[in-house]
């Protein structure tokens, strides 16, 4: 589900919110979220905010492939609840013809936990190769596109 989020200049960013569940299974010794975890909830955020663009087809759908280039985590608080979803932003910057980079927060009403960047490429199974996005990929990736607002700060 997608959600106007406004901006400090007035304008509006269309972000994707996915209130993910954390499960028990996911905390580590002290209560707190695993830090392996949380690749798994941005995975799950991309794949919610793009299912759209999953070919029904299961041979399409392996020539209309992702693949995750690059990933960075910052932690900034330790998430200690399994009670209660946590709720996850996600945006897109940097949309090219091969790849574009996501942005995430991972947080709740008091604190952000984690922000991180996700680089993912277009890639073809069939061919084993890198392929190019096609206009209506584009289109879905622009649609959540903002340059201004970068994850991380």
Same mark, same amino acid.
């Given at each position: 589900?997608? /959600?106007?989020?406004?901006?400090?200049?007035?304008?509006?960013?269309?972000?994707?919110?996915?209130?993910?569940?954390?499960?028990?299974?996911?905390?580590?010794?002290?209560?707190?979220?695993?830090?392996?975890?949380?690749?798994?909830?941005?995975?799950?955020?991309?794949?919610?905010?793009?299912?759209?663009?999953?070919?029904?087809?299961?041979?399409?759908?392996?020539? /209309?492939?992702?693949?995750?280039?690059?990933?960075?985590?910052?932690?900034?608080?330790?998430?200690?609840?399994?009670?209660?979803?946590?709720?996850?932003?996600?945006?897109?910057?940097?949309?090219?013809?091969?790849?574009?980079?996501?942005?995430?927060?991972?947080?709740?009403?008091?604190?952000?936990?984690?922000?991180?960047?996700?680089?993912?490429?277009?890639?073809?199974?069939?061919?084993?190769?890198?392929? /190019?996005?096609?206009?209506?990929?584009?289109?879905?990736?622009?649609?959540?596109?903002?340059?201004?607002?970068?994850?991380?700060?």
């Amino acid at each position: 589900m997608a /959600r106007q989020v406004p901006q400090l200049s007035g304008a509006a960013v269309s972000r994707h919110i996915y209130h993910c569940p954390v499960r028990w299974s996911d905390l580590d010794a002290n209560g707190h979220l695993n830090s392996s975890r949380y690749g798994v909830l941005l995975e799950e955020t991309r794949m919610r905010m793009f299912s759209m663009l999953v070919p029904k087809d299961p041979a399409e759908r392996l020539a /209309r492939n992702f693949l995750l280039r690059e990933q960075t985590i910052r932690y900034k608080h330790p998430l200690e609840t399994w009670e209660t979803p946590v709720r996850i932003e996600a945006w897109v910057t940097d949309v090219k013809r091969v790849s574009l980079t996501f942005h995430f927060e991972v947080k709740d009403d008091e604190r952000v936990y984690a922000t991180a960047t996700s680089v993912v490429a277009g890639y073809d199974s069939i061919r084993s190769g890198i392929r /190019r996005f096609e206009q209506d990929e584009l289109d879905v990736f622009n649609s959540y596109a903002d340059s201004t607002q970068v994850a991380g700060n």
